[in-house]
């Protein structure tokens, strides 16, 4: 994006095996789309979904959409090839599946590399699994071609045996330990899908508990979820107006050599700033995205 911040309210899972899908999702509000040769595939239809994305995506008419292909694990009869085609595809990004070691990273950057993936395309991150969680900041750093994490909280909590539940009390740890190992080593991270499509109520309610936590956005199943996930991530009209006050007035108080700076009643410092001018420069990309 031309501000230099690129919006990740939602992004939309879409079947690699499914050609209408992929067609559809040209029309669709997401700010990106994970085109899955993973979980969404039937062993048989590998082959054939891993040429469809490819083929899709090299052919474009996507937009200002982030594409990012999923592939699937090494240790899958599919994972190197699904590599070495989604490498030279043109996507934005290849999400790889339940990584767990730092030694993972470097294998698959490795095949990318081996590709003639461009080094722009970044590695994106599937925590998905506890020994994940356990060594998220081993995981953070590993290169700089890792950009975004994407949790699994499906599979997290099949692995700890909790329970799905309203306020996800059972994710807690896990999604904090990610969000601070995420931001401590300046990556996006997305926050896991919501299995009831039906329960809209229960799905604005997590969305906003994601954006509370700190989450950039979150991974959607069904384009019914996109505009109420856009609408919770993105900054409203007030917090645009308040930030553009915080702005001009700092701005206007060092101008005048003034040390202290109050708006509205509120002391404000260099850090409330910062956050002033990230969810401008956030509104602007979301700007652009609209008006494609």
């Excluded at 067609?23 to 054939?48: F, H, N, Q, R, Y």
């Excluded at 599919?78 to 030279?88: C, K, L, M, S, Y």
């Excluded at 508990?209 to 019914?224: A, N, R, V």
Aim: aromatic share 4%; glycine share 8%; charged share 25%.
């Amino acid at each position: 994006m031309a501000t230099g911040v690129r919006p990740r309210r939602s992004l939309l899972y879409m079947p690699g095996s499914n050609a209408r899908a992929l067609e559809k999702a040209k029309t669709l509000a997401a700010d990106g789309l994970i085109l899955d040769l993973e979980d969404a595939v039937s062993p048989d239809a590998k082959e054939t979904a891993r040429a469809q994305v490819c083929d899709a995506v090299k052919a474009g008419g996507y937009g200002k959409r982030e594409l990012v292909i999923r592939v699937n694990g090494l240790d899958t009869p599919w994972g190197r090839d699904d590599i070495a085609a989604a490498a030279v595809s043109g996507a934005d990004a290849l999400l790889f599946p339940k990584i767990e070691t730092a030694a993972t990273v470097h294998e698959v950057i490795g095949l990318m590399d081996k590709a003639g993936a461009p080094k722009d395309m970044a590695l994106w991150c599937m925590m998905e699994t506890p020994k994940a969680v356990l060594r998220a900041e081993e995981i953070a750093a590993a290169s700089d071609r890792v950009a975004c994490w994407v949790m699994g909280t499906n599979d997290l909590v099949k692995d700890t045996r909790s329970l799905h539940t309203p306020s996800r009390l059972p994710m807690v740890t896990a999604l904090g330990i990610c969000i601070l190992a995420a931001r401590g080593y300046g990556l996006s991270i997305l926050d896991g899908v919501h299995n009831d499509i039906q329960d809209t109520a229960g799905f604005e309610a997590v969305c906003r508990q994601g954006l509370e936590f700190g989450f950039d956005g979150k991974t959607l199943i069904h384009p019914s979820q996109v505009d109420p996930c856009n609408a919770v991530f993105s900054p409203s009209a007030a917090q645009i107006e308040a930030s553009r006050k915080i702005v001009a007035a700092f701005a206007e108080a060092e101008a005048a050599g003034k040390g202290v700076v109050v708006v509205d009643g509120r002391m404000v410092e260099n850090l409330h700033v910062e956050q002033a001018k990230r969810m401008l420069s956030m509104a602007d990309a979301i700007g652009e995205m609209a008006a494609e």
